[in-house]
Structures are given as structure tokens and as C-alpha cells.
């Protein structure tokens, strides 16, 4: 039951109704009307923009158009007023009455209050982590991969049928640089004699095991081998085993993906699709072969003053058109990344969404303009782009792992403070926005600490019907039956607060979800937990506001059904976030 949705609906109806009545002009485009709440909350529980933005079109002035939309408003039913102000603004209040009948919709509907149609089953891919496998995750990469998994169950959530993947950068210079890695630490398990790590190698203590296991299963048998032949047998082993502790990363950060998919498969697989998509893009005209002018301004990583092979990006807004073969004949990331992308548009994705580091930026317009070629203008790609993390220890820097050598790991923090404060505080800032992280703080049991604000006014939701279930053991086991409550009795004010921010639960699903920003979740339940909480803490002070009122059961059920309420739709939000709805706070 979305308020929002309903009463758009209505006014729609209304502006239908006048031009059939031959009041407005006929066929205005209505796809502009918005019903959302008024920014001062004095003014009612609904605003419309309609007759600001109908207005031009139906050749009237906007307050004149407003008080013919609000005079067919206030026929509807649990309308109290309606008002016009300003230019032409529409303010509904709505009946007390009201909003009872949405709490009634909420405990029918269960965790599926607020999952929406929106996304009409169409199929997202949605990409994110995609860490390159030579070591375990850090924390830098922790933020992208809990927004990324957060963002698809929102998507999910608002009916969009979402795949996971996870790309693994199993083809570059680096996962050479890691098998040249786990090859000194096999040589010094053979040996026995400790390794020394030059520069440009991987020092990790975490391919000391790597090492060990190679060393199980081939002996001395590459100990005077020439590279050649060993380092495809170590680079192999090895990237399967990072994968495999990145697996155990993701799965302690409850994070599961439904594709992995290999980078090396695309140039080295049975089929050379790198090499077939760039024959494809030339006979389309998209590639061809030139020369680059040198850049006038901060340089260009990728320039050279030769002729190669190029992809025209700048027909599709691109700064410059950019290589797709390396000097030495090899392909360049990018021109991987596009046999990627058009891979994903064979696999069916015409939407897709892919979740990068900041310090990638320049490279979202490239390949934005590379989903346009190989789809032909049919597919679009949306870039997410996730600000650094900074990490503390009760205010204080933490900069080294006792792992890893040179970076924190994602493991270790989870490891510490668990997974829900990390997924919880992970998204509760704007994704481009820097983020402090603080280990001290996030395990505090204070208001102070959002993550247990939430968890804690679930928790508190749970305690109170515990209670009630003692002082009234024959209450209905199932919140669904408490739909019948007498829930007209519910005309605090601090409980009409309660009863409209669950209200809104299905309008901020859709906005969240349309504008890829799962934090706003976290923001909502947030603020749901304050309202609770504050509500709690009035019947400390006002005996007659608690929510069990020995003497009258009647009233006692109707805020139990509040209750029930507050704690499904908290649930709800937390599940799209991936955070446990605790029952009890320990």
C-alpha cells in the first residue's frame, strides 16, 4: 500500500474528471505529477506539484488550475483538507483514520510491505567487488562490495530481476606478478630457507600457505625449471586459491554472487572474443587505425605516438578516442572490458550497473560509449563510483594489517566488530562521499552508534510484545491478526508520527532504488528507530501512552498492532541492507 502512489492516482482521476467535464484541455501529460510529503509538515501529509506543471500546457494560471484539482481532492475518501497555497502548491491532509488502514496493510503484507513493481522484472546485472585475486580483500574494498550487494537487494526488493557478478581480473601483469609471488614462497617451502620478496612482488604472509601446498604436491620439480613452464602451473593454483579466500571474505560480509566471471575466458578461452569484438566494432566504423595527438593538457595514461589500433569513443562522448592494442600487440584493459560488456548484452543485460572505485572516474565516459557500440544504442551502463574509507581506532589512524603487511583487510575488521556494524555504517553515508571508519565507535551500545539505534529499537519492539504476551497470554501469535485491532484508537500524536514513517516505507523503496542510493534506507530506519524510541520513552513519563495498558486490552492491541508494525518494517529495511533484525540485544 503505497499513500504516495495511491493519491497520485488521484490526482490523475482529478484532472481527469475536469477535462471530461470540459473544464481542462484533454490528453495533458500527467507522467509529471508528484505526490510527496509537504517540506513543512505543518502543512499536511501530501503535497502534489500538478497544477504547477499542467498549468502551461492546459493554458491556465497555476493557483486557478490548483483550486479546480483540489475541489475534486476533497471528495476523496479519508481526505480532511485540502489547501492551496502559494503559486499553486496542493496540500492534503489527510483523516487520523487514515493511516491506521495502512497499518492494517502492513501486517497483512508481512516483510513484503514496501516491495514494489517498480523494476517490472527487468533483468540488471549489476557488478561489483570484482577484486583483483592476489591477496585477501582490504577494507577499501569493503565499502564498494556491501554497496554494491545492498544496491541489488534494493533493486530486487523494487522488482527488478538482479544478477551478481563478480569479474575476475584473472589476465593481466599482476596475476603473473602473483604467481612469480607464490613461486618464492614454493621455492622456500622446498628449501626451508626464508624468502626474500624484491620490490614489485607480493610480500603478504598470506602466500606462505600457497607456497606450502605447491610445494606438497610438486616436490623440487620446478625448483630448476625455467619460467616458462611453471609459471602457468603456480599463477593458476594461486589465483584459485585467492579466489577462494575471497569467497570466505564475501561470505563472512554475507555477500554471494551469482556469476563469477573469468577476464582470461574472454582472450584466452576456446574463442578469442576480445579479438572478435574488435573486428565487429571495425566493420561498424567504430574502430579504425590512427594516431592519437598528443594531449594538450594533463596527459593521457594510455597515449603513444604511433599508429593503432582505435576505438572511436569520442563519437559518443568521449574526451578522445582510445587504444585497444598495446605496442606490443597485446590488448589493453579496455579493449577487454569491452568484450566484457558486450558479452554481458549476448547474456541478455540491457541494463547494467557496475560499481568502481573513485580513482576510476576517468574511465566511466570510455566505457559508457563502448555499451553503446556494441549494443547499438540499445543498452545502458550506470557507473556507481565509491569514496575512499578511512579507518580508526578510537580516533586514531590504523594503517598496517598483521596479515597482510601493508593494508587492513576486510576480514579483519568484520573479524572485529562484526558483520552487521560494517555492512550497517558502510551505507550509512552517500557512496560518494568520503567515509570515516571507526572500529572503537561501532561496537558501542549509545544512540550514538547508529547500527545499534536500529537493531536496538528491534530488539526493544520484540521485549514489548514478550511483555504483553505475559500479561495477556491468549494475544494472537500472528502480527496478521492484530489487523483487526480496534486501530482507530490510535490518535497520538507521537503514534500518527510512527503510523505515517512506516506509511512512507514504499515511496522510499522506489526513490532509493531509483536513484541507486541504498543509503537512504539506512537513513529511514534511522529515523524510524528515533520516532520509536521517542514514543518509548513518552510512556516512561505519560503512563497512559505505554504500549500495554493492563486495564484496557482494547487499546493495549491496537498499539501492539503499532508495534508489530515498527518492528516489520524495520525488518524489511534491514533485510534490504543484509543486517540482522536482532530479537534481543546482547
Keep these: 500500500m503505497n499513500v504516495y502512489a495511491i493519491f497520485a492516482d488521484h490526482?490523475?482521476?482529478?484532472?481527469?474528471?475536469?477535462?471530461?467535464?470540459?473544464?481542462?484541455?484533454?490528453?495533458?501529460?500527467?507522467?509529471?505529477?508528484?505526490?510527496?510529503?509537504?517540506?513543512?509538515?505543518?502543512?499536511?501529509?501530501?503535497?502534489?506539484?500538478?497544477?504547477?506543471?499542467?498549468?502551461?500546457d492546459a493554458g491556465m494560471k497555476p493557483r486557478d488550475l490548483a483550486e479546480m484539482i483540489a475541489g475534486k481532492l476533497k471528495a476523496v475518501p479519508g481526505v480532511a483538507r485540502v489547501d492551496v497555497a502559494g503559486p499553486g502548491f496542493i496540500n492534503i491532509a489527510l483523516d487520523p483514520a487514515f493511516w491506521p488502514k495502512v497499518l492494517a496493510a502492513v501486517l497483512t503484507a508481512g516483510l513484503d510491505f514496501g516491495r514494489s513493481t517498480l523494476g517490472a522484472g527487468e533483468k540488471v546485472n549489476v557488478e561489483y567487488v570484482s577484486a583483483n585475486p592476489t591477496g585477501p580483500m582490504h577494507v577499501g574494498h569493503c565499502r564498494g562490495a556491501v554497496f554494491g550487494d545492498a544496491m541489488a537487494r534494493l533493486l530486487a526488493f523494487a522488482g527488478?530481476?538482479?544478477?551478481?557478478?563478480?569479474?575476475?581480473?584473472?589476465?593481466?601483469?599482476?596475476?603473473?606478478?602473483?604467481?612469480?609471488?607464490?613461486?618464492?614462497?614454493?621455492?622456500?617451502?622446498?628449501?626451508?630457507?626464508?624468502?626474500?620478496?624484491?620490490?614489485?612482488?607480493?610480500?603478504?604472509?598470506?602466500?606462505?600457505?600457497?607456497?606450502?601446498?605447491?610445494?606438497?604436491?610438486?616436490?623440487?620439480?620446478?625448483?630448476?625449471?625455467?619460467?616458462?613452464?611453471?609459471?602457468?602451473?603456480?599463477r593458476s593454483f594461486a589465483i584459485g586459491c585467492m579466489m577462494e579466500m575471497i569467497r570466505e571474505d564475501l561470505t563472512a560480509l554475507g555477500i554471494q554472487f551469482d556469476v563469477f566471471f573469468s577476464e582470461r575466458s574472454l582472450a584466452f578461452g576456446a574463442v578469442d572474443k576480445v579479438g572478435a569484438t574488435i573486428e565487429a566494432l571495425r566493420a561498424s566504423g567504430e574502430v579504425y587505425e590512427g594516431r592519437l595527438p598528443p594531449p594538450k593538457g594533463a596527459p593521457i595514461e594510455d597515449w603513444e605516438d604511433r599508429e593503432q589500433t582505435l576505438f572511436r569513443s569520442t563519437d559518443f562522448g568521449d574526451d578522445v578516442d582510445r587504444p585497444l592494442k598495446k605496442s606490443d600487440g597485446s590488448y589493453t584493459y579496455f579493449a577487454g572490458d569491452i568484450a566484457y560488456h558486450k558479452d554481458k548484452v549476448e547474456r541478455g543485460f540491457l541494463k547494467m550497473i557496475d560499481v568502481w572505485g573513485a580513482d576510476h572516474g576517468g574511465y566511466v565516459k570510455r566505457m559508457q560509449a563502448a555499451v553503446k557500440a556494441v549494443s547499438g544504442g540499445r543498452a545502458s551502463l550506470d557507473v556507481e563510483l565509491i569514496q575512499l574509507v578511512r579507518l580508526f581506532r578510537n580516533g586514531e589512524p590504523v594503517r598496517m594489517s598483521k596479515r597482510a603487511g601493508s593494508f587492513v583487510t576486510l576480514r579483519e575488521v568484520v573479524d572485529e566488530v562484526g558483520r552487521d556494524a560494517v555492512r550497517f555504517m558502510m551505507l550509512f553515508r552517500k557512496n560518494d562521499a568520503p567515509l570515516d571508519f571507526d572500529l572503537g565507535k561501532v561496537i558501542e551500545q549509545s544512540r550514538e552508534n547508529p547500527v545499534f539505534y536500529v537493531q536496538y529499537a528491534h530488539a526493544r519492539a520484540k521485549s514489548i510484545l514478550r511483555n504483553a504476551n505475559e500479561q495477556f497470554p491468549d494475544l494472537p501469535a500472528n502480527p496478521a491478526d492484530f489487523a483487526g485491532a480496534a486501530l482507530s484508537r490510535l490518535d497520538d500524536e507521537g503514534e500518527l508520527t510512527l503510523l505515517r514513517r512506516?506509511?512512507?516505507?514504499?515511496?522510499?523503496?522506489?526513490?532509493?532504488?531509483?536513484?541507486?542510493?541504498?543509503?537512504?534506507?539506512?537513513?529511514?530506519?534511522?529515523?524510524?528507530?528515533?520516532?520509536?524510541?521517542?514514543?518509548?520513552?513518552?510512556?516512561?513519563?505519560?503512563?497512559?501512552?505505554?504500549?500495554?495498558?493492563?486495564?484496557?486490552?482494547?487499546?493495549?492491541?491496537?498499539?501492539?498492532?503499532?508495534?508489530?508494525?515498527?518492528?516489520?518494517?524495520?525488518?524489511?529495511?534491514?533485510?534490504?541492507?543484509?543486517?540482522?533484525?536482532?530479537?534481543e540485544m546482547k
Design 11 to 56: 490526482v490523475r482521476e482529478a484532472v481527469a474528471a475536469l477535462a471530461a467535464e470540459g473544464l481542462v484541455k484533454t490528453g495533458l501529460d500527467l507522467t509529471r505529477v508528484v505526490v510527496e510529503p509537504p517540506r513543512d509538515a505543518s502543512h499536511g501529509d501530501l503535497a502534489t506539484n500538478a497544477a504547477m506543471v499542467l498549468s502551461k
Design 160 to 234: 527488478f530481476a538482479v544478477t551478481k557478478e563478480y569479474y575476475i581480473n584473472d589476465a593481466g601483469a599482476q596475476v603473473d606478478v602473483l604467481g612469480r609471488s607464490a613461486f618464492l614462497r614454493y621455492r622456500e617451502a622446498v628449501t626451508g630457507e626464508t624468502a626474500d620478496i624484491p620490490d614489485g612482488l607480493y610480500p603478504g604472509d598470506y602466500l606462505i600457505a600457497v607456497g606450502q601446498q605447491l610445494a606438497e604436491m610438486h616436490g623440487g620439480e620446478y625448483m630448476a625449471a625455467p619460467e616458462s613452464e611453471w609459471l602457468p602451473v603456480f
Design 502 to 583: 512506516i506509511a512512507s516505507w514504499p515511496r522510499l523503496v522506489e526513490q532509493a532504488a531509483t536513484a541507486r542510493e541504498p543509503h537512504r534506507v539506512s537513513f529511514f530506519l534511522h529515523e524510524l528507530a528515533s520516532e520509536f524510541h521517542a514514543q518509548w520513552n513518552r510512556g516512561k513519563d505519560l503512563p497512559h501512552l505505554r504500549f500495554i495498558i493492563e486495564n484496557d486490552r482494547d487499546l493495549t492491541s491496537a498499539r501492539l498492532a503499532l508495534v508489530h508494525g515498527v518492528a516489520t518494517v524495520l525488518a524489511s529495511g534491514l533485510k534490504v541492507l543484509g543486517v540482522e533484525a536482532v530479537d
